[in-house]
Structure formats: C-alpha cells, structure tokens
C-alpha cells in the first residue's frame, strides 16, 4: 500500500509499505479520508514530543473509513462499517486514569498513520475509542472529531459560560474550531485575533462577532476597547508560540480565565505578571489532548450538525500530493484544513 512515511522535519515521502496485518481484538480499516492538522503541520515543520510521535513513522492521525478485516475476538465493529478512531486510547488503570485524567493516562497508547491506504486500529482502542460514523456524516467531517475533541476538553476546563466574552487568539483550524464551540455554548461575544485578514474574514463568516488584526491595531488596547475597558472574560491561546502565550495573559480581565491551549516546543518558557495572578485573581491553565468521552461526544456534535465543521475543509488532494499539502498550509492565507484522499 501507498503510506506517507515522516523521518523527520520536513522529510516527508511516498512510499511502499506493506498492509498491516491485524491481530486478535484489532480492526484494519481502508481510509477514505483524512484531514490536516495544526499538530501535523508542527510535527511536519519542528519535530514533536518523542513520547508521542516515534520516528520513522506513517504520517498523520485525524482519520475516517471502512473497516475491511476484522481481527478473532470481535463482535463490533462489523466489516463493511463505516468508523473513525481515536489516535489514543487510555489503559484505564494507572494513577492518572484512577483519578480521571484519562488524557494523561501514563500507559497511553498512540496511533499514527492515517496518510496511507490502510490503518490497523489496536484492540484496545477498538474497545475504548472507536465510533460507527452516522450514514449523513462524510469522511472528512468524521476526521475532524479528533481536534473537536481536544477542543470539547479545552473549553470544559476553562469553564466557559453563557454570556461570557471569550477572545481567542489564533484563526487557523483550532481557533476557529474553539470559536464555533464557544459560540454553541452561549458567549456574549466572541473575539477572534490574527494577524491576516483574510482569516479573520473567515472567521467572521462562521460566526465571530469582532476580529482583531495584530499588524493593524494594539491587540490589548483594542480588546479593552471591546469589552467596555475590563478585558475579555476568557482568552483562548490557540497557536503555540511564547509570544502568543504571553499576550493571552494581558488580554484577560481580573478574576479571568487563560488558556494556553497551543502546544509551545518542548522547554519553552514564558513571563508571568505576578501581580496581575495574584491581586487579579487570573487563572492559567493548559490543556492538552482528549478523553474518549470528549471524542463521543465531538462525533455526535458533528453529526447533529450542532457544530458544522463542513466549512473548514477548504481542498482536497491526493495522498501522493501530502508534502505539497503541507508546503500550501504553510504559505496559503485562506486553507484551513485539507481532505487527504487515499
């Protein structure tokens, strides 16, 4: 089969692999589509955690298709079904998973390589997060449950609530899932802060009711501006860059809510204005990944329409043409994210 296997950054190449063949309790499954990542595009371009990501490996892990084989041991799913998976799947016994943090579970385990022709789904993600994708729901839709999910999880932690104003920082694929997320949940206002206008336009058309441009205006003054002088009750760093980190915390009023929600590179440190924590009564919190639940319940978000994340495919190309997927979500100032058709 074709796979698109990662060496490391920028090596990214076509290749000739063989089809996975699956065990008792796993499920292969042809991919039908599968989408681009804001993650992906920072593996592609500065490496990853190697917790996470071992290199070499098939690329890729927002996926959707057709289960083919099914391994001794199963009774769900079916062949012939239409699924999605999680690209991890927690042990559901360690410390962490005992208290909950099923998303930092210590014996987690993580599937990559949905850039290829076939991927083999591990027993216990087949048992733990694994959907059946609703007949109405397309490839591509499907796919996006992964980054929704982290998503559903970032906003849960962050407690955001009705009537809230939320300014989010970053107009790329997850700044605008978190934005038609919070505006499901009832904000007041959203704010959404870039630095090209043409994403900001498309934020708006989804729904943001104010768009800042950082080379255009002083992205603190005019948040002030925007929320009657006080700052926004909730700030949403959806990048991953130290400056960006730090600007999310000028932007909060006092008694608000930040969440760093971009992945910065490991060892990266950031400033903190210690008074405005401490007599500001602010809130920093990180969160990263999801937990099955959160992938639950982005699929039925998705297929209720609810959240529509029809718009955010903005291309489709082949598998064969992967790298130059990524060269166009590096340079383009309209593509969001793009549909991988094996």
Known sequence: MKAAMLYGVKDLRIEDVDVPRVGNGEVLVKVKAATTCGTDLKIFQRGYVERVVKLPTIFGHEWAGDVVEVGAGLEWPRVGMRVRAGNSAPCLHCAMCQKGKYNLCENMIWLWGAYAEYIRVPSRMVLVNMQEIPQHVSYEEAAITEPLACVLHGVEEAHVSLGDTVAIIGAGPIGLLHLLTVKKAGVQKAIMIDLVDERLDFAQKIGADETVNGRKADVVEKIRELTGGYGADI?????????????????????????????????????????????????????????????????????????DVRPLVTRKMKLEQIKDAFEVLSTSKTDIKIGINP
């Open 235 to 307: 700030v949403i760093e959806a990048i991953g860059l130290p400056a960006t980190w730090e600007q999310a915390l000028k932007l909060a009023r006092e008694g608000g809510r930040i969440l760093e929600f971009g992945g910065c590179p490991p060892g990266t440190e950031v400033k903190i204005d210690a008074e405005k924590l401490h007599y500001g009564e602010q809130t920093v919190l990180g969160t990263f990944h999801a937990t099955p639940l959160h992938f639950r319940k982005a699929l039925n978000l998705i297929a209720s329409r609810t959240i």
